[in-house]
């Protein structure tokens, strides 16, 4: 990432350091240039991830590190009001999700200026991909952007220039054919290179456990899913020795209506002074069935909430506050 201006595509286990490899292709870039204070008017770095809360989480985390190096952070996502992309152009570092930056692309030409400064593109949970609907949002915007930067080139190749070309850093924890996005990422003046981390690397192992459900003919999709959220309580009594769980669902809907049912069946609450904590925490929430679950140690995440509940949530689960907490996360499904 750091030694290199090729592509990469980077497959690793969760906590093994992918962000890293993001923030050593950023010093790389920002290193190329000489007068730091002119570093938002003549490049752009684009951070693509699925879902707002990883802009968000990346946003707090890179204006500490990079806006003292003379690099800003703005981010372009649904919660942000940044509609004028010529804002955008005093930021050296745009975190958004392929929805947005597709927008963007469509209508390159109008934010030519824009677009044609962006020399790095950091991609993550690049997996998406794979997905039937969103991944084809993904998939056409990194494709647009590719042949912007062909566009450009043919109409600078009269022109002697030292400008950087665009790289590609995509990774995640979760795609076995790596190589096959490395080759797709190439362009004609760059390869790209495919590097895979063994799962035994992982920094924290994990302990993979499968229950099997029967499901009879007659019980139709809706109705197992839901027999399986009212299992749940006893499953994560059983394996979470007393630690934060989280639980993945499909749909904002099955987001909702999981931790509801938990709420109901089972409490998580430790002691009264924990009991006084989440009374404290639900009466700061704007959703009514998220105050209700919280009282029972029980939370969900998903983006129809608003900012300040999502962010709460995950402050009350880092701190373990919440014992469970059910998040929409459907591309790693």
Not at 131 to 147: D, F, H, P, Q, V
Request: aromatic share 8%; with cysteine; charged share 25%.
């Amino acid at each position: 990432a750091f030694y290199t201006d090729k592509h990469l595509a980077v497959c690793a286990p969760t906590g093994s350091g992918k962000t890293v490899i993001f923030e050593l292709s950023i010093v790389r870039l920002l290193m190329l240039i000489s007068d730091l204070g002119k570093i938002s008017s003549r490049y752009k770095i684009v951070y693509m991830a699925p879902v707002k809360s990883l802009c968000n989480e990346r946003f707090e985390d890179w204006q500490q590190k990079f806006e003292p190096l003379g690099a800003p952070c703005i981010q372009l996502t649904g919660d942000s009001n940044n509609e004028d992309y010529f804002e955008l152009q005093k930021y050296t570092i745009i975190l958004t999700t392929p929805e947005k930056w597709d927008r963007v692309t469509r209508v390159w030409r109008n934010n030519k200026n824009l677009v044609q400064m962006v020399k790095l593109l950091l991609i993550d949970e690049v997996h998406l991909l794979n997905e039937e609907e969103r991944g084809a949002t993904m998939e056409a915007a990194l494709s647009r952007m590719k042949t912007i930067q062909a566009v450009l080139q043919g109409e600078s190749m009269c022109k002697t220039t030292s400008e950087p070309s665009l790289r590609f850093v995509a990774a995640s924890a979760t795609f076995p054919n790596v190589e096959d996005t490395a080759e797709w990422l190439e362009t004609p003046n760059c390869r790209g290179i495919a590097y895979k981390m063994n799962e035994n690397l992982r920094p924290v192992q994990l302990r993979k456990v499968v229950l099997g459900y029967p499901c009879s003919d007659s019980l139709s999709e809706f109705r197992f899913d839901l027999s399986l959220s009212y299992k749940l309580g006893h499953v994560i009594q059983t394996y979470s020795e007393g630690k934060p769980t989280l639980v993945f669902c499909a749909t904002r809907k099955s987001v909702v209506q999981t931790a509801c049912i938990l709420a109901k069946s089972t409490h998580f609450v430790k002691h009264s002074q924990h009991k006084q904590q989440l009374i404290e925490c639900a009466n700061r929430m704007h959703e009514t069935k998220l105050r209700e679950c919280i009282l029972k140690g029980i939370g969900f995440h998903h983006a129809g909430l608003s900012l300040s509940d999502r962010r709460l949530m995950e402050e009350m689960f880092v701190r373990t506050h919440l014992q469970v907490l059910s998040k929409y996360l459907p591309h790693i499904l």
